[in-house]
T-cell receptor
Framework: NAGVTQTPKFRVLKTGQSMTLLCAQD?????MYWYRQDPGMGLRLIHY???????AKGEVPDGYNVSRLKKQNFLLGLESAAPSQTSVYFC???FGTGRTDTQYFGPGTRLTVL | GQQVMQIPQYQHVQEGEDFTTYCNSS?????IQWYKQRPGGHPVFLIQ?????EVKKQKRLTFQFGEAKKNSSLHITATQTTDVGTYFC????????????FGIGTKLQVIP
């Protein structure tokens, strides 16, 4: 099993450009999450999904959109990138058992917005 | 909203010394998780504590959950260079179990 994979690993954008980050998991997990990690800020939740076709806002959702059309995939979109979105983005997934489950993280995407 | 505070933010220790990081919540937690992130890596789950006053050990790592379930600690005995990384605690976000709030993390540097 590959676990949680993220595409791409690195990306440089210019201000105003758009892009989509792809997260895929092969563990049949119900829940999926997008976090951003910035120095001194820890991990902050952007959006999450508790099942195929559902999404919800996290702590810092502004400037991002998500979609979960298939259970195994969770896409994070930036419609008009801003320098403040320079960060490392992590996707995670968990079983969704009705309790607080272990989160399994992908390797991350390092995004720079110029 | 709920906050999970973690101290210290940074810690440098000589190899062989002990290390402790502390996590405090503004609300009572049903459980607390600990994750480790190696430099350049991604967070990896270490353990989950559920019971009041619970103590769990993993080799040189000792995890504690406070009696009031509002604080937790991770203690590493006789640190090694392989312990380098950032340690995060995480507690269920208020209002649901589907998501957690992470502490800011404690970055551990071990000097050989």
């Amino acid at each position: 099993n590959a676990g949680v994979t993220q595409t791409p690993k690195f990306r440089v954008l210019k201000t105003g450009q758009s892009m989509t980050l792809l997260c895929a998991q092969d563990m049949n997990h119900e829940y999926m999450y997008w976090y951003r990690q910035d120095p001194g800020m820890g991990l902050r939740l952007i959006h999450y999904s508790v099942g195929e076709g559902t999404t919800a806002k996290g702590e810092v959702p502004d400037g991002y959109n998500v979609s979960r059309l298939k259970k195994q995939n969770f896409l994070l979109g930036l419609e008009s990138a801003a320098p403040s979105q320079t960060s490392v983005y992590f996707c995670a997934s968990s079983f969704g058992t009705g309790r607080t489950d272990t989160q399994y993280f992908g390797p991350g995407t390092r995004l720079t917005v110029l | 909203g709920q906050q999970v505070m973690q101290i210290p933010q940074y810690q440098h220790v000589q190899e062989g010394e002990d290390f402790t990081t502390y996590c405090n919540s503004s609300t009572t937690l049903s459980n607390i998780q600990w994750y480790k992130q190696r430099p350049g890596g991604h967070p990896v789950f270490l353990i989950q504590l559920v019971k009041s006053g619970e103590v769990k050990k993993q080799k040189r790592l000792t995890f504690q959950f406070g009696e009031a379930k509002k604080n937790s600690s991770l203690h590493i005995t006789a640190t090694q260079t392989t312990d380098v990384g950032t340690y995060f605690c995480a507690g269920p976000t208020s209002g649901g179990y589907q998501k957690v709030t992470f502490g800011i993390g404690t970055k551990l540097q071990v000097i050989p």
